[in-house]
Nanobody
Framework: QVQLQESGPGLVQPSQTLSCIVSGFRLDASIAWFRQFPGQDREAVACVSTMDGGPHYAESVKGRFTISRDHAQNTVYLQMNGLKLEDTAKYYC?????????????????WGQGIQVTVSS
C-alpha cells in the first residue's frame, strides 16, 4: 500500500518545514512538492529527482525553499525560508515509482491530501 501524509503548521512564520511521510515507495522513487492557488492548476514547487539530476525548484522559490529526503524516516521535507504572502497556497506531496520523473504534476500518480499554508503579514 502506498500513501503520502503531509504535516506542518497551517499558519506559518517566516520559516517553516513541511513533512511528508512516504510509505510503500522504493527509496529512489520520484518525490515532489506541488502547490495550488485558488482557481488555478497545481504547480511544481520542488522535486527530488528529475531527468536532469535534480533537485528542481520553481523560480519563485529558488534560494528560499529546500527539498530533502530522509530514507531512514521515510520522510520528505520542504524547508521554507523567507516566506512571502504569495506563498499562501495548498501544498501537496506527490510521488511516483518511476525514477527521474519531470517536475510536472501529470507525471506523479500518488498524492497526499494536501495541507493549507497561510503566510501572514
Amino acid at each position: 500500500q502506498v500513501q503520502l501524509q503531509e504535516s506542518g503548521p497551517g499558519l506559518v512564520q517566516p520559516s517553516q518545514t513541511l513533512s511528508c511521510i512516504v510509505s510503500g515507495f522504493r527509496l529512489d522513487a520520484s518525490i515532489a512538492w506541488f502547490r495550488q492557488f485558488p482557481g488555478q492548476d497545481r504547480e511544481a514547487v520542488a522535486c527530488v529527482s528529475t531527468m536532469d539530476g535534480g533537485p528542481h525548484y520553481a523560480e519563485s522559490v529558488k534560494g528560499r525553499f529546500t527539498i530533502s529526503r530522509d530514507h531512514a524516516q521515510n520522510t520528505v521535507y520542504l524547508q521554507m525560508n523567507g516566506l512571502k504572502l504569495e506563498d499562501t497556497a495548498k501544498y501537496y506531496c506527490a510521488a511516483d515509482q518511476l525514477l527521474l520523473r519531470p517536475c510536472e504534476p501529470q507525471y506523479y500518480d500518488t498524492w497526499g491530501q494536501g495541507i493549507q499554508v497561510t503566510v501572514s503579514s
